[in-house]
């Protein structure tokens, strides 16, 4: 049987030749919640509100949507709909094209969109296959009010833009160090006292939490707004609008608060 330190060892070795493992022994999940439940006492996650007490209406017309790996779920999208379809002449940011799906489910809803990917040459760098990236933007290119804008959101000029927005959608790296940066360029650079800001991914799914990922959010915030930090029911969204909201603990397991019907249409591309 390998020792404790022959395993340490070839652990390393492994790393030395392949360094994006170490994120992986990083992003370790229990010493992410041991490290939130040491500086914000949240055992079981956000505290937890409703899609109705955002003032979201019960019936939002969503597409189009894939259902592949890596997107939204549908409560996602109606979140973000149902959010800018609240605000006259919203003005849309996301960090996170992928497909295209969530800026052009809100874009109809919008008065202009913005959207941030990695150049086509920076994808190619970090050895995704030619399918995936071939299929970013794939919904969004052509939509008269968005704005394809392509970079690293580690290093992008936010301030160049010279402009707020309404509301904003981050859903890139979700590492927590890349969630830290572009929280923090965001409420610099793009945020107005009535902005909301939605975070994708902050759980795995909607009842299970991704606690580095809710680590990054609210050190990116700040001590300021970590307590104006809320998990949306049904979905894998957290959001702040600055505002404090009549919500309930986070528990695991959780039942449901809320169900929803659906009437699908299946196009083709």
């Known amino acids: 049987m390998m020792s404790k330190i022959g395993k340490a060892l070839k652990a390393l070795w492994w790393i030395a030749r ?3 493992l170490l ?3 990083l992003s370790d999940e229990d010493t992410w919640k041991g490290y939130v439940v040491d500086k914000f006492g949240l055992p079981d996650g956000l505290p937890i509100v409703k899609m109705d007490q955002l003032g979201i209406d019960n019936k939002v017309a969503l597409g189009p949507m894939t259902f592949l790996d890596g ?3 549908p409560s996602d999208m109606m979140l973000l ?3 800018a379809e609240m605000i006259e002449g919203c003005r849309y940011f996301e960090i996170g094209t992928w497909r295209g799906e969530s800026v052009a489910n809100v874009s109809s809803r919008c008065a202009s969109c913005y959207t941030l990917s990695l150049t086509d040459g920076e994808m190619r ?3 995704m296959h030619e399918k995936t ?4 933007r794939l919904f969004s290119k052509g939509i008269k009010n968005v704005t394809h804008l392509e970079g690293n959101s ?3 000029n936010f301030a160049a833009l010279d402009q707020k927005f309404d509301l904003i959608f981050i859903d890139g790296d979700h590492h927590y160090d890349t969630i830290v940066s572009d929280t923090r360029n965001i409420f610099r650079h793009l945020v107005h006292e009535r902005s909301i800001v939605v975070w994708h991914d902050y759980g795995f799914q909607p009842d299970k939490v991704r606690f580095e990922v809710m680590a990054a959010i609210l050190d990116g915030v700040g001590p300021d707004l ?3 930090i809320y998990h949306v029911a049904h979905t894998k969204c957290a959001i702040c609008s600055g505002k404090v909201i009549n919500s309930k603990p986070a528990g695991f397991p959780s039942g449901p608060v809320d169900y929803y019907t659906f009437e699908l249409t299946r196009r083709t591309l």
């Open 81 to 83: 709909a149902g959010i």
């Open 133 to 136: 990236i071939s299929s970013h």
């Open 125 to 127: 760098s970090m050895g």
């Open 71 to 73: 997107g939204s779920l």
């Open 23 to 25: 994120n992986r022994v």
């Open 226 to 228: 970590a307590d104006k």
């Open 18 to 20: 392949k360094p994006i």
């Open 154 to 156: 580690r290093i992008f």
